[in-house]
């Protein structure tokens, strides 16, 4: 395939590329990656560092919803495949600025579209989220057909992308995809959402905020698992389907739970655990069945949470360069304001 990748130099994006080049090998057959990424504060392109040069890489610095430059990007790279990654993705963010979700997550998804559409691009896969579904009681998963009943400004803007990306396929005859997954996990996540931010606090002996009770539930997905998944739908989809991708029943952890591993993980203390005032309109649980993928494709998550916690935490502490570098100046400025209060109460 020739793919655009947008969004590919933020976590999963960047896994996915690394993934597909470094180790899907040539079992997936070859491809051309060409990454469009904003570089946002989440973006950061020492994620691909060592791709170029050695694969059939390029990186271009684009917003999606410059449709001059996407345009002429599927032009000139003969683009067949779209995997759009580019978003907003973290809730507390979204608490604070809603508008610059709805830019990117909206606007910027219905963008790609039409350009995509315009260009003839063969196939379009958006990821997605499974906050479309809201926020789930203590029993049950969410299927495909689940109600949509997003909670945040974050997972609201999702639906919104996903809805315009299938009404994509129904007016307009593309060959469009949503793929759902749940929480993902593993090296180069940006230290904001929760396995990163307590791996590298803990590290560095700070207090690891725990929202609320501590007891809401996220069902944890590796992210090479995740981008396994994505390759397989890329390759044998249908058009107009929803596909949910989930981490196994066994990876269904309450935080406070994960928090415990982690510290345990690192050899550090349980007085590290600061609960603070709940994050606003905070989902209780989420949980996927993902059946569907599992019986049309023969996808199902195969890194336990117990492995892929223990090497995710090896590699913060293996590559603390990394996000020491992350750890400062804009990252300092959303933390005081986020945390700042939280944490002083
Ligand atoms: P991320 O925040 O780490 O990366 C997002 C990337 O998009 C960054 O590189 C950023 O620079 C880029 N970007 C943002 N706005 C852009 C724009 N207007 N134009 C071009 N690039 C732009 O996010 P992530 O965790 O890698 O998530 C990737 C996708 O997966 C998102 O769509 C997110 O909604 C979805 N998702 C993530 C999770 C998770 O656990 N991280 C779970 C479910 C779904
Ligand atoms: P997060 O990683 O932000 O993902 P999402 O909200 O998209 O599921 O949060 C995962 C869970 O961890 C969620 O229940 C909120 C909780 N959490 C905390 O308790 N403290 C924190 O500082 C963060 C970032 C999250």
Redesign the pocket.
Same mark, same amino acid.
């Given at each position: 395939m020739r793919m655009l990748v947008?969004? %590919?130099? %933020?976590?999963? !994006?960047?896994?996915f590329v690394r993934w597909i080049f470094e180790r899907g090998g040539t079992s997936f057959g070859d491809h051309r990656i060409v990454v #469009? /990424?904003? #570089?946002?504060?989440?973006?950061?392109l020492a994620?691909l560092d060592g791709l170029d040069g050695n694969y059939d890489y390029r990186f271009i610095r !684009? *917003?999606?919803? *410059?449709g001059e430059l996407v345009k002429q990007l599927f032009a000139e790279e003969k683009i067949d495949t779209v995997v759009?990654?580019?978003?907003?993705?973290?809730v507390d963010r979204s608490i604070m600025d809603p508008l610059a979700f709805v830019?990117?997550?909206v606007e %910027?998804t219905q963008v790609l579209l039409n350009t995509a559409r315009d260009a003839g691009v063969e196939r379009y896969l958006?990821?997605?989220? /499974?906050?479309v579904y809201g926020s789930l009681g203590p029993t049950g998963r969410f299927t495909e057909s689940s109600p949509l009943k997003p909670s945040s400004a974050?997972s609201a803007s999702?639906t919104g992308a996903d809805l315009l990306v299938l009404a994509g396929f129904h007016t307009h005859g593309m060959n469009t995809m949503v793929s759902?997954?749940?929480?993902?996990?593993g090296p180069?996540?940006?230290p904001e959402?929760l396995i990163p931010l307590f791996i590298t606090n803990a590290m560095t002996d700070k207090p690891l905020p725990l929202y609320g009770d501590g007891k809401n539930v996220r069902s944890w997905?590796h992210?090479d698992d995740h981008s396994h998944a994505i390759m397989l739908i890329l390759q044998g989809g249908r058009a107009g389907e929803v596909y949910n991708i989930g981490g196994a029943p066994e990876s269904e952890k309450e935080n406070v739970d994960v928090t415990h591993a982690i510290l345990k993980l690192l050899g550090k203390p349980e007085s590290l655990i600061k609960p603070v005032d709940d994050r606003l309109g905070h989902d209780r649980r989420y949980a996927v069945d993902y059946t569907k993928i599992k019986n049309e494709l023969g996808w199902q998550p195969e890194v336990t949470f117990d492995d892929g916690l223990a090497s995710t935490v090896r590699w913060y502490q293996e590559n603390e360069s990394w996000w020491k570098q992350i750890k400062s100046g804009e990252y300092e400025s959303f933390y005081q304001a986020y945390y700042g209060d939280r944490l002083r109460a």
């Open positions: 947008t969004g %590919g130099a %933020g976590f999963i !994006g960047s896994n #469009l /990424d904003a #570089l946002t504060y989440a973006g950061n994620n !684009g *917003d999606i919803r *410059d759009n990654f580019a978003a907003e993705s973290h830019r990117t997550n %910027g958006q990821i997605s989220t /499974d906050e974050y999702k759902r997954c749940s929480n993902n996990y180069y996540q940006f959402k997905l992210v």
